[in-house]
Protein backbone atom coordinates (compact mmCIF):
# COMPACT_ATOMS: atom_id res chain seq x y z
CA UNK A 1 0.00 0.00 0.00
CA UNK A 2 0.72 3.54 -0.01
CA UNK A 3 1.44 6.06 3.06
CA UNK A 4 1.10 9.24 0.47
CA UNK A 5 -1.63 10.57 2.88
CA UNK A 6 1.01 11.02 5.23
CA UNK A 7 3.37 12.61 2.61
CA UNK A 8 1.06 14.83 1.63
CA UNK A 9 -0.37 16.07 4.99
CA UNK A 10 3.62 16.61 5.73
CA UNK A 11 3.79 18.64 2.97
CA UNK A 12 0.61 21.20 3.75
CA UNK A 13 0.75 24.13 6.05
CA UNK A 14 0.30 24.26 9.59
CA UNK A 15 -2.56 26.09 10.86
CA UNK A 16 -2.81 27.77 14.31
CA UNK A 17 -6.14 27.05 16.17
CA UNK A 18 -7.58 29.64 18.77
CA UNK A 19 -10.70 28.63 21.46
CA UNK A 20 -12.41 32.22 20.50
CA UNK A 21 -11.90 33.42 17.07
CA UNK A 22 -12.88 37.39 17.39
CA UNK A 23 -15.38 38.14 15.12
CA UNK A 24 -13.00 39.45 12.22
CA UNK A 25 -11.61 35.62 12.01
CA UNK A 26 -15.40 34.16 12.15
CA UNK A 27 -16.08 36.46 9.61
CA UNK A 28 -13.31 35.07 6.96
CA UNK A 29 -14.22 31.24 8.07
CA UNK A 30 -17.58 31.66 6.76
CA UNK A 31 -16.35 33.50 3.58
CA UNK A 32 -13.94 30.87 2.57
CA UNK A 33 -16.45 28.36 3.54
CA UNK A 34 -18.82 29.64 1.02
CA UNK A 35 -16.13 29.84 -1.58
CA UNK A 36 -15.42 26.39 -1.45
CA UNK A 37 -19.22 25.22 -1.62
CA UNK A 38 -18.80 26.90 -5.08
CA UNK A 39 -15.24 25.34 -6.24
CA UNK A 40 -14.89 22.93 -8.42
CA UNK A 41 -13.93 19.87 -5.91
CA UNK A 42 -11.00 17.71 -6.46
CA UNK A 43 -12.48 14.40 -8.21
CA UNK A 44 -13.94 17.14 -10.77
CA UNK A 45 -10.70 18.95 -11.51
CA UNK A 46 -9.15 15.19 -12.02
CA UNK A 47 -11.87 13.72 -14.11
CA UNK A 48 -11.59 17.14 -16.12
CA UNK A 49 -7.81 16.32 -16.62
CA UNK A 50 -8.14 13.21 -18.24
CA UNK A 51 -11.02 14.13 -20.04
CA UNK A 52 -8.86 16.79 -21.57
CA UNK A 53 -5.48 14.59 -21.99
CA UNK A 54 -7.62 11.75 -23.28
CA UNK A 55 -8.68 13.94 -26.15
CA UNK A 56 -6.60 12.98 -29.54
CA UNK A 57 -5.74 17.05 -30.42
CA UNK A 58 -4.58 17.83 -26.65
CA UNK A 59 -5.05 21.46 -25.77
CA UNK A 60 -1.89 21.88 -23.77
CA UNK A 61 -3.02 25.69 -22.25
CA UNK A 62 -5.78 23.80 -21.35
CA UNK A 63 -4.17 21.31 -19.51
CA UNK A 64 -2.13 23.53 -17.83
CA UNK A 65 -4.49 25.52 -16.22
CA UNK A 66 -6.29 22.32 -14.91
CA UNK A 67 -2.92 21.07 -13.35
CA UNK A 68 -2.09 24.43 -11.86
CA UNK A 69 -5.81 23.99 -10.07
CA UNK A 70 -5.00 20.51 -9.07
CA UNK A 71 -1.80 21.50 -7.81
CA UNK A 72 -3.05 24.78 -5.84
CA UNK A 73 -6.19 21.96 -4.13
CA UNK A 74 -3.59 19.57 -3.26
CA UNK A 75 -1.78 21.97 -0.42
CA UNK A 76 -5.92 22.50 0.86
CA UNK A 77 -6.29 20.42 3.77
CA UNK A 78 -10.07 20.65 3.31
CA UNK A 79 -9.74 19.50 -0.44
CA UNK A 80 -8.32 16.26 0.18
CA UNK A 81 -9.56 15.76 3.61
CA UNK A 82 -12.63 13.70 2.41
CA UNK A 83 -10.93 11.43 -0.64
CA UNK A 84 -9.69 8.28 0.28
CA UNK A 85 -6.33 7.12 -0.05
CA UNK A 86 -6.74 4.84 -2.97
CA UNK A 87 -8.16 8.02 -4.63
CA UNK A 88 -5.61 10.76 -3.41
CA UNK A 89 -2.73 8.30 -5.06
CA UNK A 90 -4.21 8.02 -8.52
CA UNK A 91 -4.55 12.11 -8.42
CA UNK A 92 -1.15 12.47 -7.91
CA UNK A 93 0.00 10.04 -10.20
CA UNK A 94 -2.21 11.62 -12.62
CA UNK A 95 -0.67 15.36 -11.91
CA UNK A 96 2.36 14.39 -12.41
CA UNK A 97 2.78 12.12 -14.82
CA UNK A 98 1.00 14.19 -16.88
CA UNK A 99 2.65 17.67 -15.99
CA UNK A 100 6.20 15.98 -16.91
CA UNK A 101 4.10 14.57 -20.47
CA UNK A 102 2.60 17.92 -21.21
CA UNK A 103 6.24 19.52 -20.82
CA UNK A 104 7.13 16.88 -23.74
CA UNK A 105 4.47 17.91 -25.63
CA UNK A 106 5.13 21.63 -25.39
CA UNK A 107 8.83 21.11 -25.90
CA UNK A 108 10.03 23.17 -22.67
CA UNK A 109 12.93 21.00 -21.52
CA UNK A 110 13.37 23.34 -18.36
CA UNK A 111 9.52 22.27 -17.46
CA UNK A 112 10.66 18.44 -17.92
CA UNK A 113 14.08 19.05 -16.02
CA UNK A 114 11.39 20.34 -13.38
CA UNK A 115 8.40 17.77 -13.48
CA UNK A 116 10.78 14.39 -13.71
CA UNK A 117 11.88 14.56 -10.23
CA UNK A 118 8.72 14.35 -8.10
CA UNK A 119 7.54 11.57 -10.70
CA UNK A 120 9.97 8.93 -9.98
CA UNK A 121 10.05 10.28 -6.40
CA UNK A 122 6.57 9.34 -6.25
CA UNK A 123 7.10 6.05 -7.82
CA UNK A 124 9.67 4.97 -4.85
CA UNK A 125 6.55 5.89 -2.21
CA UNK A 126 4.24 4.21 -4.11
CA UNK A 127 5.12 1.06 -6.09
CA UNK A 128 2.09 -0.29 -6.30
CA UNK A 129 0.96 3.04 -8.34
CA UNK A 130 4.10 2.51 -10.87
CA UNK A 131 3.06 1.24 -14.10
CA UNK A 132 4.19 4.16 -15.67
CA UNK A 133 7.79 3.91 -14.48
CA UNK A 134 9.89 2.93 -17.29
CA UNK A 135 8.38 4.83 -20.05
CA UNK A 136 9.07 8.05 -17.36
CA UNK A 137 12.29 6.85 -16.65
CA UNK A 138 13.22 6.04 -20.57
CA UNK A 139 12.15 9.45 -21.29
CA UNK A 140 14.21 10.90 -18.17
CA UNK A 141 16.43 8.98 -19.95
CA UNK A 142 16.15 10.50 -23.28
CA UNK A 143 15.73 14.01 -21.77
CA UNK A 144 19.18 13.27 -20.55
CA UNK A 145 20.97 12.17 -23.25
CA UNK A 146 19.03 14.76 -26.37
CA UNK A 147 20.78 17.04 -23.28
CA UNK A 148 24.26 15.46 -23.21
CA UNK A 149 24.42 14.71 -19.45
CA UNK A 150 25.78 11.46 -19.89
CA UNK A 151 27.13 10.88 -16.22
CA UNK A 152 23.64 11.95 -15.29
CA UNK A 153 22.39 9.09 -18.13
CA UNK A 154 24.85 6.60 -17.03
CA UNK A 155 23.96 6.89 -12.86
CA UNK A 156 19.98 6.63 -14.02
CA UNK A 157 20.85 3.81 -16.20
CA UNK A 158 22.86 1.87 -13.00
CA UNK A 159 19.55 1.85 -11.33
CA UNK A 160 17.72 -0.19 -13.91
CA UNK A 161 17.77 -3.71 -13.58
CA UNK A 162 20.13 -5.18 -16.55
CA UNK A 163 17.13 -7.67 -17.80
CA UNK A 164 14.85 -4.19 -18.48
CA UNK A 165 17.54 -2.71 -19.99
CA UNK A 166 17.75 -4.63 -22.73
CA UNK A 167 14.44 -6.09 -22.50
CA UNK A 168 11.73 -3.63 -21.74
CA UNK A 169 12.08 -0.77 -25.43
CA UNK A 170 11.15 2.33 -23.34
CA UNK A 171 14.55 1.49 -22.27
CA UNK A 172 16.69 0.20 -24.66
CA UNK A 173 15.91 2.56 -26.91
CA UNK A 174 18.03 5.07 -25.31
CA UNK A 175 20.98 2.48 -24.85
CA UNK A 176 20.83 2.42 -28.14
CA UNK A 177 20.86 5.53 -29.16
CA UNK A 178 23.64 6.63 -26.66
CA UNK A 179 25.63 3.59 -28.53
CA UNK A 180 24.95 4.68 -31.75
CA UNK A 181 25.18 8.21 -30.88
CA UNK A 182 29.36 7.24 -28.92
CA UNK A 183 29.89 5.12 -32.40
CA UNK A 184 28.98 7.91 -35.17
CA UNK A 185 26.47 5.57 -36.41
CA UNK A 186 24.18 8.83 -36.87
CA UNK A 187 21.86 6.73 -39.42
CA UNK A 188 20.91 4.68 -36.53
CA UNK A 189 19.42 7.20 -34.85
CA UNK A 190 17.09 8.42 -37.32
CA UNK A 191 16.05 4.81 -38.41
CA UNK A 192 15.34 4.44 -34.48
CA UNK A 193 12.78 7.22 -35.17
CA UNK A 194 10.64 5.08 -37.02
CA UNK A 195 10.52 2.66 -34.23
CA UNK A 196 10.02 4.63 -31.20
CA UNK A 197 8.24 2.90 -28.67
CA UNK A 198 6.15 6.04 -27.60
CA UNK A 199 5.23 9.30 -29.35
CA UNK A 200 7.05 11.13 -26.73
CA UNK A 201 10.55 10.32 -27.50
CA UNK A 202 10.43 11.52 -30.72
CA UNK A 203 10.75 15.17 -29.28
CA UNK A 204 14.53 13.82 -28.19
CA UNK A 205 15.36 12.51 -31.00
CA UNK A 206 14.94 15.40 -33.07
CA UNK A 207 17.20 17.66 -30.58
CA UNK A 208 19.98 14.99 -31.08
CA UNK A 209 19.83 14.95 -34.66
CA UNK A 210 19.22 18.69 -34.83
CA UNK A 211 22.89 18.58 -32.71
CA UNK A 212 24.29 15.73 -35.10
CA UNK A 213 23.18 17.95 -38.05
CA UNK A 214 25.13 21.15 -36.96
CA UNK A 215 28.39 18.91 -35.93
CA UNK A 216 27.70 17.00 -40.27
CA UNK A 217 27.24 20.59 -41.50
CA UNK A 218 30.18 21.59 -39.61
CA UNK A 219 32.39 19.02 -41.21
CA UNK A 220 30.67 19.30 -44.70
CA UNK A 221 31.56 23.36 -44.74
CA UNK A 222 35.59 22.57 -43.74
CA UNK A 223 35.47 19.33 -46.26
CA UNK A 224 34.05 20.80 -49.31
CA UNK A 225 33.85 23.02 -51.96
CA UNK A 226 31.33 22.24 -53.98
CA UNK A 227 28.64 19.99 -53.12
CA UNK A 228 25.49 18.46 -55.12
CA UNK A 229 21.97 19.17 -53.05
CA UNK A 230 21.21 15.45 -53.37
CA UNK A 231 24.49 14.39 -51.53
CA UNK A 232 24.27 16.85 -48.75
CA UNK A 233 20.58 15.22 -48.00
CA UNK A 234 22.26 12.34 -48.13
CA UNK A 235 24.66 13.23 -45.47
CA UNK A 236 22.37 15.03 -43.44
CA UNK A 237 20.32 12.34 -43.12
CA UNK A 238 17.26 14.64 -45.22
CA UNK A 239 14.65 12.40 -47.03
CA UNK A 240 14.25 15.54 -49.33
CA UNK A 241 16.25 18.30 -51.04
CA UNK A 242 13.75 20.39 -49.65
CA UNK A 243 14.83 19.85 -46.61
CA UNK A 244 18.50 19.88 -46.83
CA UNK A 245 17.73 23.79 -48.91
CA UNK A 246 16.06 24.75 -45.93
CA UNK A 247 18.70 23.88 -43.52
CA UNK A 248 21.01 25.30 -46.10
CA UNK A 249 19.30 28.88 -45.66
CA UNK A 250 19.41 28.77 -41.80
CA UNK A 251 23.61 27.70 -42.24
CA UNK A 252 23.54 30.61 -44.85
CA UNK A 253 24.93 28.25 -47.34
CA UNK A 254 25.77 29.57 -51.30
CA UNK A 255 23.84 27.62 -53.65
CA UNK A 256 24.04 27.92 -57.34
CA UNK A 257 21.59 25.52 -59.24
CA UNK A 258 21.65 22.34 -57.53
CA UNK A 259 24.63 22.50 -56.04
CA UNK A 260 25.99 24.40 -52.86
CA UNK A 261 29.76 26.23 -52.80
CA UNK A 262 31.53 26.37 -49.78
CA UNK A 263 34.44 29.20 -49.30
CA UNK A 264 37.29 27.88 -47.15
CA UNK A 265 40.06 29.89 -45.96
CA UNK A 266 43.04 28.77 -47.46
CA UNK A 267 45.09 29.86 -43.92
CA UNK A 268 43.16 27.96 -42.52
CA UNK A 269 43.39 24.14 -41.98
CA UNK A 270 41.93 22.08 -39.18
CA UNK A 271 40.73 18.83 -39.88
CA UNK A 272 37.16 18.33 -40.12
CA UNK A 273 35.81 16.64 -37.14
CA UNK A 274 33.82 13.86 -38.40
CA UNK A 275 34.60 11.29 -41.68
CA UNK A 276 31.80 12.83 -44.44
CA UNK A 277 32.78 9.78 -46.78
CA UNK A 278 31.98 7.28 -44.02
CA UNK A 279 28.47 9.32 -43.13
CA UNK A 280 27.62 8.79 -47.13
CA UNK A 281 28.34 5.09 -47.07
CA UNK A 282 26.45 4.20 -44.21
CA UNK A 283 24.00 6.82 -45.01
CA UNK A 284 23.07 4.47 -47.54
CA UNK A 285 23.44 1.44 -46.26
CA UNK A 286 20.98 2.09 -43.50
CA UNK A 287 18.57 3.71 -46.25
CA UNK A 288 18.30 0.27 -47.38
CA UNK A 289 17.69 -1.18 -44.21
CA UNK A 290 14.92 1.33 -44.21
CA UNK A 291 13.40 0.10 -47.10
CA UNK A 292 13.41 -3.18 -45.94
CA UNK A 293 11.46 -2.44 -42.55
CA UNK A 294 8.45 -0.04 -44.17
Known sequence: TCAFRALAANRLPQLKS???????TRDLFLITFT???TMVS?????KTLLAEWSKEQRNTSTIDQVLKQIGEALFDPAAVASLDTNALTTIYKDYYEISALVSVLKNDMVAFDDAIPPVLSFYEQCPSAAENKYLMVGLNLMFLLASNRLSDFHMMLESVPQNIQSGNPYISTPVRLEQSLMEGAYNKVVLTEKTIPSQFYSVFIRIMMDAVRSDIA???EKSFKLLSARDAANMLLFETEAQVNEFAKQRKWKSDRDCFIFETDPTHHEKPTLDTARIAKQTIFYAKQLE???
Do not use: E, F, K
Not at 18 to 24: L, Q, Y
Not at 42 to 46: C, E, N, R
Open 18 to 24: TSRPCPR
Open 35 to 37: QRA
Open 42 to 46: LPQMH
Open 218 to 220: ASI
Open 292 to 294: MIV
